[in-house]
């Protein structure tokens, strides 16, 4: 890592997250986590180089290009020893706030398509906090169609520690019959998810300092 003025340069193995949601985030190109997972204390890293340029205040660009791996069914891990030129991925993105939100734009080319997206992130009426994130793909591949990710979320804070959130997530690329996820499963690129819509409510208390208990129900 080297840092100098307003910029920040970050080189190895380091995690990416560009999501704005918690159980559904579609910006999230890499190790992203499953709506399920509760334990997120730990993301796993990507080998990457990173730069971030402070703006302003409120405002930054980053700069972010990773390796990417082919899949190979004999290596340790399932993927490939070492990284493959073609499947580099760069990303840019923008933020800044405006009326109390927080704003993102995200261009970019991942390891097997073009995105364009963005994200935003604040909070309505004084007690509801609104997150929303998508991104436009164009895979490379030409059996695959262009396709929209987009996810949807709210959430409320008590002050006795209970927290609910809700979330709707639009999988562009998915399927709308549970009959079609066999195939889906056979053809790959889908990523976690097989259905074109997903829901996610989420509750959390906190019954201790030390003890937290989280439910979520995904339809």
């Not at 840092?3 to 190109?29: E, H």
């Not at 704003?103 to 906090?129: K, T």
Request: with cysteine.
């Amino acid at each position: 890592r080297w840092s100098r003025d307003r910029v920040d340069i970050i080189i190895g193995r380091q995690p990416v997250n560009l999501a704005a949601n918690y159980y559904f985030t579609p910006n999230d190109f890499f190790a992203a986590f499953a709506a399920q997972t509760f334990y997120r204390v730990y993301k796993p890293g990507v080998d990457a180089a990173r730069a971030e340029v402070r703006l302003g205040n409120l405002s930054q660009l980053s700069l972010i290009g990773v390796l990417g791996y082919c899949p190979d069914e004999n290596g340790d891990n399932g993927w490939s020893r070492s990284p493959e030129t073609g499947r580099t991925s760069f990303i840019g993105r923008v933020s800044g706030n405006l009326h109390e939100f927080e704003w993102a734009l995200i261009a970019g080319s991942l390891a097997d398509s073009d995105v364009i997206g963005g994200s935003l992130q604040g909070e309505m009426f004084g007690w509801l906090d609104v997150k929303a994130e998508a991104h436009m793909a164009w895979p490379e591949s030409p059996e695959q169609d262009r396709h929209a990710e987009v996810s949807l979320g709210v959430q409320h804070y008590w002050e006795n520690s209970l927290d609910v959130r809700l979330e709707y997530f639009h999988h562009g690329s998915g399927y709308t019959s549970a009959s079609d996820y066999a195939e889906a499963s056979l053809e790959g690129g889908h990523g976690l998810y097989l259905g074109r819509h997903y829901s996610a409510l989420g509750i959390g208390y906190e019954f201790t300092p030390l003890l937290t208990g989280r439910m979520v129900w995904i339809g």
